[in-house]
């Protein structure tokens, strides 16, 4: 199973991002979580996922913006879960919070522990976490705009804009390479997760 713990960065002179954060995590996994986000300290958020793709969906997110420092643990959780996310117990919780400590220095702000692979993993999606952190506001607005499952044309027409614009928008962002990578980066988290599982 996967833990993430997000710590939010200069939370002491910034506006208490945790509502948001958990209302945010809630709607991009969906389906995909094994335990609700919580609030687990004054200006943390922490969630149980049972599923990959749901994963690499909250990464993605809390990474955005630069404003939460996200650590990722593996491992075995005990069971049966828990009401709460705060009550759990296990490996995953342990490295979640060795990640988040590790992600609170790195560029990316990003960091994965695991009990084998998490360096290969963590490297892999910090590579998407740097592509993102380069994005434009120009990039990030066709960004938002393709995820409602409109095309370039009909955003063309909302931006007011050529569909050459958009379509140099889209390449400039890096939209088409993490299109692709997604899916590749949810399989080896998922590979990282089934590694984790005793025999």
Do not use: H
């Not at 075995?76 to 342990?94: C, I, N, Q, Y």
Request: proline fraction near 5%.
């Amino acid at each position: 199973m996967f833990v993430v713990t997000a710590d939010q960065r200069d939370s002491r002179t910034s506006p208490d991002l945790v509502p948001e954060a958990l209302r945010a995590v809630q709607a991009v996994a969906g389906p995909g979580l094994a335990l609700p986000p919580e609030r687990t300290a004054g200006d943390e958020v922490q969630v149980a996922v049972a599923e990959a793709d749901a994963l690499l969906a909250i990464v993605l997110d809390l990474t955005r913006g630069g404003r939460w420092s996200v650590g990722v643990g593996v491992g075995t959780v005990e069971s049966p879960l828990p009401a709460s996310v705060r009550a759990g117990r296990g490996d995953a919780f342990v490295n979640a919070r060795d990640a988040v400590d590790r992600a609170k220095k790195a560029a990316t702000r990003l960091a994965i522990t695991a009990p084998e692979g998490g360096e290969d993993a963590e490297a892999l999606v910090r590579l998407i976490v740097e592509l993102r952190d380069r994005r434009t506001a120009e990039g990030w607005e066709v960004y938002d705009l393709l995820a409602e499952g409109i095309t370039q044309r009909e955003a063309a027409a909302r931006l007011g804009i050529t569909e050459g614009a958009v379509s140099m928008r889209v390449k400039s962002a890096g939209l088409r390479t993490e299109e692709a990578a997604a899916p590749a980066l949810a399989r080896v988290l998922a590979r990282l997760d089934a590694t984790a599982v005793p025999d």
